[in-house]
């Protein structure tokens, strides 16, 4: 019996194996006609951007998708309500592509029984970014709202008024969104937003009420030796802006730690209180002038004295108006205090103890526009001072030459022609700085001729040309002392003067090499001129010699001036 049992157990077993050896066949033999019929074809219930091609062949389901296309292609797209052109917002269509995604999808899928059930898909779209972008841009404004927190209003009959949440329109999501609708040819999305939520609620203001009206009960005042300023309670109501400060900051056992059940909170507008201290800074505030000099008798004399510079904290300000309470109503003003460079007290540490040098040119016949910006553009340099040792830039002391710094328009010497710009005139002010340089003996570093020459800048030869940022005239003061710049204007002749200390030497100026006819000041100076009509008409090339001779009376320098001008007829009007 048992041995009949066994034998029985053997027959079903041997049925089990034949069964699922019969149904792996099968499954293979499956999967081999589907490789063969499935090849380049869809399996059931397959879609491509919501069009049926289930069966169809590569051909056939770019024909059914084509259709498709230029169908939804004429529609428009819902997006929140609102509908556009779907034309407007695609670029291209790749169905060829889009197939042969879709049919490897279908060949990789589990047990590749994707055959049987089919794919879904969309279609690869080229969205046509500038407009989707004007698209969402234009939306971004309307569905983006700002939150506004609750707030409180002491005017008349304390009130609360109650916040407003407010959302944000997400740009990539919003995007993605659209494009994903669109390769499915959808006919309706959703843009994306996001809530925004307010940092003060009405309950939270309700609880503030008290604290609000003390701080606003009584005017505050801002106290200072340059004036004192009243921030009336108006003002106050006028400002509240309640922003929590969170975690508040507490000393704990003599331990920084933060707390977190307690809330502070700034209340007023920081806007409107820094507008308001901007407003008294300009009230308070004042550079610093350095004191004008003359010489009388031959000794330096003050003729104004110097003015301090004042600056009010403006952030010290703010932060103590945020920061006021119910019991302190007065706030001491933080003023830092400048002193100018040139003082009546420091004149001697500075070596400024006499007049060093003085060079002038004559503007007589000058427009009066060129008269406005000679003036002008000396009195930048007035009260200028320059360091021992330090290469002064003229162009840098003089700053930009516009018409909001004050110059008016007037001829200049520019890329071969003479034409009106502002500042006109200005050559009159470097080439006067250039002799004041000169006769005090300093180190020319750059100095530029003029083009052609030019009748106020006689004697000729002695002039500096100058236009932002290039030409420049730079020289350098080795006297060992400071020298401060003061300019004067008397009749039609400007005068540059440096104050200082005379170096022990002595400056001679001549048109010859060896010094024959040689003159204390360049102003008196006769160049030697040479290859008159050279360049054309009226042009001409003038030199002269400048000789510096040390306390003892030898010869410590010598170096030669030499300006080649070109015809005036080649720089037309």
């Not at 609000?212 to 003002?235: C, H, K, M, Y």
């Not at 800074?281 to 004191?291: F, S, T, W």
């Not at 200028?384 to 200049?412: C, H, M, Q, R, W």
Request: proline residues 5%; hydrophobic residues 35%.
């Amino acid at each position: 019996m048992k041995k009949n049992q066994r034998q029985a157990n053997k027959n079903n077993y041997l049925k089990v194996y034949l069964t699922i050896g019969a149904v792996f066949c099968v499954y293979f033999l499956l999967l081999a006609i589907s490789a063969i019929f499935f090849e380049d074809r869809f399996g059931l219930n397959s879609t491509i951007a919501g069009v049926n091609v289930s069966l169809m062949s590569r051909n056939e389901a770019e024909s059914a998708l084509i259709n498709a296309w230029n169908k939804y292609r004429q529609d428009n797209i819902i997006v929140s309500g609102q509908k556009y052109p779907v034309e407007n917002l695609i670029s291209n269509v790749d169905t060829k592509e889009s197939i042969s995604e879709a049919l490897k999808i279908q060949q990789q899928g589990y047990l590749k029984l994707d055959v049987l059930w089919g794919v879904k898909n969309g279609v690869m779209i080229t969205a046509n970014d500038e407009n989707l972008s004007k698209l969402l841009g234009n939306k971004y404004d309307e569905l983006s709202i700002a939150p506004e927190n609750a707030r409180i209003s002491i005017d008349g009959s304390p009130k609360v008024f109650l916040e407003k949440r407010g959302r944000r329109l997400l740009l990539p999501e919003s995007r993605e969104a659209v494009v994903d609708t669109l390769s499915l040819f959808g006919m309706s999305t959703n843009y994306v937003t996001t809530p925004l939520e307010v940092s003060l609620t009405s309950k939270e203001a309700e609880s503030l009420l008290g604290q609000v009206q003390n701080l606003t009960s009584e005017p505050v005042t801002l106290s200072s030796e340059r004036g004192n300023f009243e921030i009336s309670t108006a003002q106050l109501r006028s400002w509240l802006k309640i922003t929590p400060v969170s975690p508040n900051t507490v000393i704990l056992a003599e331990t920084l730690l933060p707390s977190e059940d307690t809330i502070n909170y700034n209340y007023l507008d920081p806007y409107k209180i820094t507008t308001y201290v901007k407003e008294i800074a300009g009230k308070i505030n004042q550079n610093p002038e350095n004191a004008k000099l003359s010489v009388q008798n031959g000794q330096i004399v003050v003729t104004k004295q110097a003015v301090t510079g004042y600056a009010l904290d403006e952030l010290d300000v703010v932060s103590n108006i945020q920061g006021i309470n119910a019991d302190d109503r007065n706030i001491a003003l933080k003023i830092a205090t400048t002193p100018a460079e040139v003082r009546e007290d420091n004149l001697a540490t500075l070596g400024l103890k006499e007049l060093v040098s003085t060079g002038w040119s004559n503007f007589a016949g000058s427009p009066n526009n060129r008269i406005h910006n000679v003036k002008t553009g000396a009195s930048k340099f007035n009260g200028v001072l320059i360091k021992p040792g330090e290469d002064f830039s003229f162009n840098k002391a003089l700053g930009p030459v516009e018409a909001y710094t004050g110059y008016l328009p007037e001829l200049v010497i520019l890329q071969n022609k003479t034409v009106p710009q502002y500042g006109g005139g200005l050559c009159q002010v470097s080439s006067t700085a250039f002799r004041a340089a000169l006769n005090a003996g300093l180190p020319i570093l750059e100095r530029t001729m003029h083009a052609y020459p030019v009748s106020y800048y006689k004697p000729y030869g002695v002039d500096a040309t100058i236009y932002l940022p290039k030409p420049d005239l730079v020289f350098t003061n080795d006297t060992g002392s400071y020298i401060m710049i003061q300019t004067r204007v008397e009749g039609t002749k400007l005068f540059f003067d440096f104050y200082g200390t005379k170096p022990a030497r002595t400056v001679k100026f001549a048109g010859d090499k060896s010094a024959t006819g040689a003159v204390d000041v360049v102003e008196n100076v006769s160049p030697a001129v040479y290859d008159a009509g050279a360049r054309g008409r009226g042009s001409f090339t003038a030199t002269f010699y400048r000789f510096i001779y040390d306390g003892k009376g030898a010869l410590s320098a010598s170096i030669s001036f030499t300006s080649k001008y070109d015809s005036p007829d080649k720089y037309p009007h």
